[in-house]
């Protein structure tokens, strides 16, 4: 079979849903894996009938980095090949009775994640992505998956040298991707998740090299609260809580754009939204402006949070001195319905996400945490529209609230299950 050119075969990829839309909401899943996000969640409570591909989290991959803490991921006779766990192992066997309640559904194995190992070393010769995509190629046929999706998210930076990394990772990732697409062909899909950092689409990722061998590429357009920013996701700009630091001036909308600006056509992006928010980093901790000279000596923020906020957290179950992420869930749950009723909702206009706030020992409103709801989702799938994106994806599934977040998806791309 003739491989469709990217543009001509994406809108075949929701052919399921063609009557009711020609756009895609690809849900990851948090079957495990994922250091930020705690542990796997349920796969039964899923309605995947909300969206059109489902990509479970993780497969992780055997390497001899220094760093791993997984010793299953050790052997060195198994290097280069994609481990599953247990748990995830038993997940992809119920796959079939998903596909139950959405016979249209696409089931893909995300690889990677945040933190993830081994993928320079993976991607570095012939012989070692020869060996990772005979088992990538094995699982897929074993789990009868619709493909592979790769969540190599930071190749050359090493998510800031958390992991293996080397220069040649931007060249290598291609490389790995074009043997991956040869090996799968035109019958299975391969795509990429990519992270929203202005280096990704310059230096990180060749975007207009690797375009053509993917199916579609999904920005993570979230995690943008670090440095000075408020915001995890805001689509604009916010006038009323500024960012102090160029450097950290990220938005929904800057990212799309710079990856539109790399060469990558909007028909092959999908919108990542995160089905959770984040407390600030500057919240907590100074704000470096690595623009100005002796930066880390001259902070341009201050942290704003005392004890008592970082205690209030913890005492509803969120260390703010080990992360910063909140699922929705919880989030509606602990913070909304805070029966102490500590935190108020806000709106900003600018932003287009909500935020919660705070008081303060002296009754000032802090800036707590931004996070997506139903208005929210609604207003970036009015920007998929009008930007002319392939769709959206959201991490993760397992963190929405009865489903609410990924109900407000599907009506606003016109999904019907």
């Known amino acids: 079979m003739k491989r469709l050119p990217v543009l001509a075969a994406l809108p075949l990829l929701c052919a399921s849903l063609a009557s009711a839309s020609s756009f895609m909401s690809v849900g990851y899943f948090n079957g495990g894996g994922d250091v930020t996000a705690g542990p796997g969640g349920d796969i039964n409570t899923l309605d995947v009938r909300l969206i059109t591909h489902l990509n479970y989290s993780f497969g992780l991959i055997y390497n001899g980095e220094k760093g791993e803490t997984n010793d299953a991921l050790k052997d060195p006779m198994k290097r280069h090949q994609i481990w599953l766990s247990p748990k995830v192992a038993a997940d992809l066997a119920l796959i079939p009775a998903l596909r139950q309640q959405n016979p249209d559904l696409k089931v893909l194995l995300s690889v990677g994640g945040w933190g993830a190992r081994g993928f320079s070393a993976a991607a570095a010769t012939p012989e070692a992505r020869a060996v990772f995509i005979r088992s990538a190629q094995d699982i897929v046929a074993r789990y009868g998956l619709d493909g592979i999706d790769l969540d190599w998210e930071y190749p050359v930076n090493g ?40 280096d990704s689409p310059k230096s990180w990722v060749d975007v207009n090299a690797i375009a053509p061998l993917l199916d579609y590429i999904n920005l993570m357009t979230y995690d943008m609260a670090y440095g000075t920013q408020y915001f995890n996701a805001n689509l604009y700009d916010s006038k009323a809580w500024p960012t102090v630091a160029e450097a950290d001036k990220y938005s929904v909308d800057v990212v799309v754009n710079n990856y539109l600006a790399a060469g990558l056509k909007p028909q092959q992006m999908n919108l990542g939204i995160g089905f959770y928010g984040r407390v600030p980093k500057r919240a907590i901790e100074p704000g470096i402006d690595w623009s100005k000279p002796d930066a880390q000596k001259n902070p341009a923020t201050k942290p704003y949070f005392g004890e008592r906020e970082v205690a209030l957290f913890g005492s509803l179950g969120f260390d703010l001195t080990k992360d910063t992420y909140v699922k929705y869930n919880d989030i509606v749950k602990r913070l909304l319905n805070d029966p102490q009723k500590r935190f108020t909702e806000h709106w900003d206009e600018e932003a287009k996400v909500p935020w919660l706030s705070v008081k303060s020992a002296e009754g000032k409103a802090l800036f707590a945490l931004s996070y997506e709801n139903p208005r929210s989702v609604a207003i970036k799938a009015d920007y998929i529209k009008e930007k002319g994106l392939a769709g959206a994806m959201f991490w993760e599934y397992g963190a929405d609230d009865n489903n609410q977040l990924a109900k407000q998806l599907a009506a606003s791309l016109a999904l019907k299950p």
């Not at 790995?176 to 929203?196: E, P, S, Y």
């Open 159 to 198: 998510a800031w040298g958390a992991v293996d990394s080397q220069p040649a990772d931007r060249d290598n990732f291609t490389l790995l991707l074009k043997a991956l697409r040869q090996a799968f062909g035109d019958k299975k899909l391969v795509t990429i998740a990519v992270g929203a950092n202005v």
